[in-house]
């Protein structure tokens, strides 16, 4: 599978897990990696990178924000979650 369409995976990824949550709710990055990796243990970490290109798509797009212990971010830095825009 090429990078290309990974991020393209993971990007409807968080377009997913948000969809199956409260308007006002946030997901872990690290949620949409389990679900890529399908939970096989650790693997999910691997998929983290694809996760962060995906998610720097969506907010480029403005389909989502990032906040992290209640505060915007503007851009992805550090630990955060991700929320519909």
């Known amino acids: 599978m090429t990078r290309e369409i990974e991020v393209e995976r993971a990007r ?4 997913d897990l ?3 949550r409260a308007l006002d709710a946030t997901i872990c990055p690290s949620e949409v ?4 990796t399908a939970n096989s243990g650790t693997a999910w970490r691997n998929a983290m990178p694809v996760v962060h ?9 403005g389909a989502v924000r990032l ?5 915007d971010l503007p851009t992805r830095s550090g ?3 991700i929320r519909r825009a």
């Open 12 to 15: 409807a990824g968080v377009l």
């Open 18 to 20: 948000l969809a199956l």
């Open 33 to 36: 990696a389990r679900m890529l």
């Open 53 to 61: 290109a995906a998610v720097d798509g969506l907010i480029a797009a």
């Open 67 to 71: 906040s992290w212990k209640g505060a």
């Open 79 to 81: 630990p955060y979650r």
